[in-house]
Nanobody, 121 residues
Framework: QVQLVESGGGLVQPGGSLRLSCVASGRIYRLNDMGWYRQAPEKERELVGRITSSGSTNYADSVKDRFTISRDNARKTVYLEMNSLKPEDTAVYYC???????????????WGQGTQVTVSS
């Protein structure tokens, strides 16, 4: 129904920057909140930050002032700008979107396949 495709992950040195992108496609009547989550090895998936359709954002304390979420509604794309990266930011980053696929139906959450971010010297 709805596909989310992330891109932009990779290997970066501590203190470096990366920009992740996530494009939504498929049966989309209304694209609501979008967000980024991450999961490090042997840890639970955790929220990085979310953005509403009107642009309001919230972030995990661990990434505040370093990461910025933005979105382009026309392109159905959400971005995650990551600066001052630390080794503890190493994780698989997942895109999430709350989508109404048809008028009148309750929206559902969809997930991307994830993109690896590794912060290491």
């Amino acid at each position: 129904q709805v596909q989310l495709v992330e891109s932009g992950g990779g290997l970066v040195q501590p203190g470096g920057s990366l920009r992740l992108s996530c494009v939504a496609s498929g049966r989309i009547y209304r694209l609501n909140d979008m967000g980024w989550y991450r999961q490090a090895p042997e840890k639970e998936r955790e929220l990085v930050g979310r953005i509403t359709s009107s642009g309001s954002t919230n972030y995990a304390d661990s990434v505040k002032d370093r990461f910025t979420i933005s979105r382009d509604n026309a392109r159905k794309t959400v971005y995650l700008e990551m600066n001052s990266l630390k080794p503890e930011d190493t994780a698989v980053y997942y895109c999430n979107a709350n989508v109404a696929t048809t008028w009148g139906l309750r929206p559902s959450d969809f997930w991307g396949q994830g993109t690896q971010v590794t912060v290491s010297s």
